[in-house]
């Protein structure tokens, strides 16, 4: 039987294909962003004992009620605002699962959504399943700023959603206030929802303040905001996330929500929600906790040709080789992984026609002793060619 793929051009993600080849070589793998120190033990002994304690069936659709008053608690602390576990409130399977679920809640056949690039990969092929169309803006290196007047261009009566991440990955800016005012104005008025992608919420350096829609008096009302514990509590592999929006649009969310994942592994949310119960200061400190990494990364590769970007938040720092070779980001990157025995991430990737640009994104959610160890073969490699 001839299969039609409806995804023809999505290949393996490079985060995959770049850690299959750091084992292959048996190269240190600082591509892929993920730790590689174990969470809080509290957190790790709270999942023993919920599932000792016979916390095994199904959750409920939306997350456990315990968890939702634990989220509902924390965003009041952090924003100021209120929401309504049981309507404003969604635990979800990762924030992968939020941003598909806002995609196909909202996105109809023939619709554009607007996506900044260098863009994170799981918007655009989930705009296409839904039948629609992403439109992508570039941010404009170096700082890799939004332009409101592009965006405001590529507005058409068709745009029905706006994709903002920030701290943004891979490009690790920050969006501020006034970029949160210029896109309110863009959109008053207009039947445009907006989903931010905010899993980096914690994560802003050098006395940065994360601008989040939840504050945002008009933004509030048509956004889907999405974040992720498994970022929050340094457990990428647990895959628990959320989901905020306003009553209309949660409903939308959980129809799809109900038939995608159901509900989210019960002892998970059990745990986490206790932990944050015990431990309700749990997130704070890290910014400074991964301040010190990527300070410390950018120390040891300074003047090594290996020129690090300035970083304004997420756990990521770019590094730019364009001293070292003028070789595509893919081939260096490869190169990195055969001979310097270090893998990391080509920019090329996050975006659909790729500017010639020679960076590559190192994740900083690491020891400090692999950081060193990678800085080290990463200084050697650029001494040798
Ligand atoms: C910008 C961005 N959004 C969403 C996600 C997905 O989060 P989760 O691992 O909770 O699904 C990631 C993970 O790397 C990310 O970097």
Request: aromatic content about 10%; glycine content about 6%; some cysteine.
């Amino acid at each position: 039987m001839h299969f039609d793929s409806k995804l023809p051009d999505v290949g393996t993600t490079i985060f995959t294909v770049m850690s299959r080849r750091a084992l292959d070589e048996n190269a240190l793998n600082i591509g892929q962003g993920f730790p590689d120190y174990p969470v809080d033990p509290r957190l790790s002994q709270a999942l023993v004992d919920v599932i000792a304690e016979g916390r095994n069936q199904y959750a409920p659709m939306e997350g456990v009620v315990e968890l939702r008053a634990e989220i509902a608690r924390k965003l009041e602390t952090c924003y100021a605002q209120r929401f309504d576990p049981q309507t404003e409130i969604t635990v979800t399977c990762g924030g992968t699962e939020a941003l598909y679920d806002a995609i196909q809640a909202v996105v109809r056949a023939g619709d554009e959504v607007i996506i900044f690039e260098p863009a994170y990969d799981a918007y655009e092929p989930a705009v296409r399943l839904a039948g629609g169309r992403a439109i992508a803006i570039p941010l404009a290196p170096p700082r890799f700023g939004y332009d409101w007047d592009r965006v405001a261009a590529a507005l058409s009566p068709r745009t029905r959603l706006i994709i903002i991440n920030s701290p943004q990955n891979p490009s690790c800016s920050v969006a501020d206030a006034a970029d949160l005012d210029a896109l309110a104005a863009l959109l008053r008025d207009r039947p445009i929802s907006v989903l931010a992608d905010e899993v980096y919420e914690h994560v802003l350096y050098d006395g940065r303040r994360h601008a989040s829609v939840l504050a945002h008096p008009e933004l509030r009302l048509r956004s889907f905001a999405v974040f992720s514990f498994g970022k929050t509590l340094h457990a990428t592999g647990w895959r628990v996330g959320y989901c905020i929006a306003p009553p209309d649009m949660t409903r939308e969310l959980r129809r799809v929500h109900q038939f995608n994942t159901f509900s989210i592994a019960s002892p998970l949310q059990h745990a986490i929600a206790r932990y944050l119960t015990r431990h309700p200061d749990a997130w704070r400190g890290l910014a400074d906790f991964f301040q010190a990494k990527r300070d410390l990364l950018a120390a040891r590769l300074a003047g090594s040709g290996f020129e690090p970007v300035p970083s304004a938040g997420t756990y990521f720092q770019l590094v730019d080789y364009s001293a070292l070779s003028g070789a595509t980001d893919i081939d260096f990157a490869d190169r990195l992984i055969r001979e310097a025995k270090v893998a990391t991430i080509p920019l090329s990737p996050f975006y659909k026609n790729p500017p010639s640009m020679s960076l590559l994104r190192l994740c900083i959610a690491k020891r400090d002793d692999t950081l060193e160890q990678a800085a080290a073969q990463l200084r050697a490699f650029a001494a040798r060619i």
